[in-house]
């Protein structure tokens, strides 16, 4: 079926970003509770319309992190439903204490969005690399942590994180991917989402990784193998009876991510599989800080790319023969 | 030891009706914070833990926030018109916990379970467990972020309800309490008063020995406060500066009170050694004792008796960001 439609890897490419900004707008428009708070991360948000159309929704305390997330917390305290803003690398690593503290443990309602998260900034280096986030913020209680993969999930997981109360941390790539999702598209908290079906072993992915890995089963298809692949954009709490059931009803999994390979959606997926259906499980992500190359270069390097991916899927269903 | 509810034998003491007499009020708040201190020496004496030492040194202020300032009651914790006040130097919990119960947002009785496992009233205050908490703090550097964004909130809502946030003074080598002090000073958030416990010791050192903080007033000014300094023990310059804020229009409000650890107990008053120090039986008994000799509402014993040389520049409270102008004028 590969041959007669064309293959993901070959549609339209998006940074979704555009659609974070455009869902913030028009929530905004809607809620007039809605503010964005950032750590002068307007450009790099593509912050700058919504500035324009709200003005004094759009705070800006400067490159301070710390007081970036104090401040959305007491904004919130105030009656405010505050976006917070910021490169994922920033957000995540400076003001940690303060989404422990001000937000989950006090759960406020902040929305952590971590703009350009992973290795997006590719020759920035490891400095810029936000790889550490998905396993520091799975680490906090009280946190919702989403990893959406394509623009349209992107807008549908920023709509329901403005009607949900409570902290979520929702990472907003800049890295461009295709459109894995049709339009009508509802995110549902806490439910991966079978995109392609298979039975022969299955592949769990998210963000920008998602694609590549629905690529990979198209790959595997051609050589017979049928991969299953889970959407998995709610890495907290995770959808484990989609993963017990891959785990019982496919030859293993392969985890795949653009995060660090311990912690992260990986991790997840093998702390429930030991303890709820032991399976063979292969985590693809990044294991060490990365060496100097564009995001895409770094992905492919570190097996996250089709071939890669297909490649751990192959000798998971070959040992399991 | 163990606390027990026998030993939770504070007054409720509640607010005094608004047209009060501004003597009467003082009087009201000595009283009151002369309970909270004998009740919070209880706690900390039975408990076998706590934080006695800045739990002095802040009690006259929180008596005098929660007694005659912050419009807040019982039954107004959810408003979302009222004041906020957010206590940065969370491990002095137990004397948040004592205020609370003074004026009535937290049964009496409740303090008996102060640490106790499951106990609603944890070492640093919880907002999901204990009505009238705002912020859950602890690590130092939180409290006056959060009140930034509270009072940036009232701002957006043209609202007038103020935030008033207390800092230890030894917090305040915590760099985010000086991003937050910029961003209050941009956006001109003058109904945010930040309280400085200037009792210039911190847990095992004074604050000069560890990283000095002279010279504070002028450090705030240059951040864009306006800055007041009060004996942080006089319940009627409390009383007056607390009340009078904003005391320049687009400048948030520094008040420095200078205060001793432990006051006014003679053996706990500014000794370093009462940082987290738990008063043993005999200890127990001359502190409570000292406290029970003060005549109820009795405003000058309590007053600062051993001020260092050099400490309290200004008995009468001043505004350093302009020199010359007077207090309260717009």
């Not at chain 1, 992190?65 to 009656?79: F, I, P, R, Y």
């Not at chain 2, 006259?60 to 007694?67: E, H, P, S």
């Not at chain 2, 908490?133 to 939180?142: I, K, Q, R």
């Not at chain 2, 370093?272 to 406290?291: G, I, N, S, Y």
Request: hydrophobic residues 45%.
């Amino acid at each position: 079926m590969s041959i007669v439609e064309t293959s993901i890897a070959d549609r339209p490419r998006y940074d979704c970003r555009d659609a974070y900004v455009e869902t913030l707008a028009e929530l905004a428009e809607a809620d007039h509770r809605i503010v964005g708070v950032v750590n002068d991360s307007v450009g790099s948000s593509k912050l700058n319309s919504f500035r324009k159309a709200f003005p004094d929704r759009l705070i800006n305390v400067g490159i301070a992190e710390q007081d970036m997330v104090g401040v959305a917390s007491g904004l919130a305290n105030g009656g405010r439903i505050p976006f917070v803003s910021a490169a994922s690398c920033f957000l995540t690593g400076r003001a940690l204490e303060q989404i422990k503290a001000d937000v989950a443990y006090s759960n406020t309602n902040v929305k952590l969005c971590g703009m350009s998260p992973g290795v997006a900034y590719g020759e920035l280096g490891p400095t810029h690399h936000s790889i550490e986030d998905i396993a520091w913020l799975r680490a906090i209680s009280n946190l919702t942590v989403i990893v959406p993969a394509d623009p349209i999930e992107t807008a549908a997981a920023l709509r329901w994180a403005a009607a949900s109360d409570g902290p979520v941390f929702i990472r907003v790539s800049r890295m461009s991917v295709p459109k894995v999702y049709d339009e009508d598209y509802a995110f549902r908290l806490g439910r991966a989402i079978t995109v392609r079906a298979g039975d022969d072993v299955t592949l769990i992915s998210n963000g920008t990784v998602l694609w590549r890995a629905i690529a990979a089963a198209e790959q595997l298809a051609t050589e017979g193998i049928s991969a299953r692949v889970l959407s998995m954009p709610t890495v907290k709490p995770l959808d484990t009876s989609a993963v017990v059931a891959a785990a019982r009803e496919t030859a293993g999994i392969v985890t795949a991510e653009e995060a660090v390979s311990g912690g992260g959606l990986g991790g997840a997926v093998a702390e429930t599989v030991v303890q709820q259906h032991p399976a063979r499980v292969t985590i693809l992500g990044i294991p060490e800080f990365a060496p100097t190359g564009s995001a895409g270069y770094l992905l492919d390097h570190f097996g996250l790319s089709p071939d890669g991916i297909a490649a751990a899927a192959r000798r998971l269903v070959t040992r399991g023969t | 030891m163990t606390l027990t509810v026998e030993h939770t034998t504070m007054p409720v003491l509640g607010r005094l009706p608004i047209h009060s007499s501004r003597a009467e009020q003082v009087a009201h708040i000595a009283e009151a914070a002369r309970q909270i201190r004998i009740q919070d020496l209880k706690l900390v004496h039975y408990a076998g833990a706590g934080h006695i030492g800045g739990d002095f040194s802040a009690i006259d202020i929180l008596a005098t926030l929660y007694g005659a300032v912050l419009d807040i009651t019982p039954d107004s914790v959810t408003d979302p018109e009222r004041d906020r006040f957010i206590l940065s130097k969370g491990h002095v919990a137990g004397a948040l916990y004592t205020t609370l119960a003074a004026f009535g947002f937290l049964p009496v009785d409740d303090l008996a379970t102060f640490l106790k496992p499951l106990s609603a009233l944890n070492g640093h205050p919880n907002r999901r467990k204990v009505a009238g908490v705002e912020a859950n703090t602890g690590p130092l550097g939180h409290g006056l972020p959060v009140a930034v964004g509270h009072a940036l909130s009232a701002k957006l809502d043209v609202s007038l309800r103020r935030t008033y946030v207390l800092v230890g003074d030894g917090e305040l080598q915590e760099g985010s309490n000086w991003e937050a002090m910029m961003a209050a000073s941009q956006y001109q958030l003058d109904r945010l008063t930040v309280i400085v416990d200037r009792n210039r010791l911190q847990q095992g050192a004074t604050t000069k020995e560890t990283n000095d903080l002279d010279p504070l007033p002028d450090k705030a000014a240059a951040f864009g406060f306006a800055v007041v300094e009060v004996n942080g023990h006089d319940h009627g310059e409390l009383l007056d500066v607390l009340s009078a804020v904003p005391f320049r229009p687009g400048k948030p409000t520094f008040v420095i009170a200078h205060t001793h650890k432990g006051h006014p107990i003679s053996f706990m008053s500014n000794n370093v050694a009462w940082h987290h120090r738990v008063p043993d039986v005999a200890e127990f008994q001359q502190a409570l004792t000292e406290l029970e000799a003060v005549a109820p509402g009795y405003t000058k014993e309590l007053g600062m008796t051993e001020r260092s040389e050099g400490i309290i520049k200004h008995s009468l409270p001043r505004v350093s960001s302009a020199p010359g102008a007077k207090r309260g004028r717009g």
